[in-house]
């Protein structure tokens, strides 16, 4: 059983800043790709920003120059450092991990999600 425990959303004013967490915990050999999705109301789930174990990154245009991604490979901890915040960035957050675990019959890897934490950027 894998966890993924989220934090730092919250209001903020357009212009301002938000850093989000993701730790992960549980039964973990590696995790692969982490990454932050978002749903803002009436759109389909987005992918914002994504990293790799090695630390390549890549983002959505809408993000690029305002969002850095990052992780402690030692901690199993993805960050989301969001500034220059705008309304349009308003939405549920997630944080995704493939995780790689140990069974009594081999390892297998899968997705895993966090709950969800709101950002909510006001004009």
């Known amino acids: 059983q894998v966890q993924l425990v989220e934090s730092g959303g919250g209001l903020v004013q357009a212009g301002g800043s938000l850093r989000l967490s993701c730790a992960a915990s549980?039964?973990?050999?590696?995790?692969?790709?982490m990454g932050w999705y978002r749903r803002a109301p009436g759109k389909q789930r987005e992918l914002v920003a994504a990293?790799?174990?090695?630390?390549?990154?890549n983002y959505t245009d809408s993000v690029k120059g305002r969002f850095t991604i990052s992780r402690d490979n030692a901690k199993k901890t993805e960050y989301l450092q969001m500034n220059s915040l705008k309304p349009e960035d308003t939405a549920v957050y997630y944080c995704?991990?493939?995780?790689?675990?140990?069974?009594?019959?081999?390892?297998?890897?899968?997705?895993?999600w966090g709950q969800g934490t709101q950002v909510t950027v006001s004009s």
């Open positions: 995704n991990a493939q995780v790689r675990s140990l069974t009594a019959w081999g390892t297998f890897e899968n997705d895993y």
């Open positions: 549980g039964n973990i050999l590696s995790i692969n790709v």
């Open positions: 990293i790799t174990s090695g630390g390549s990154t």
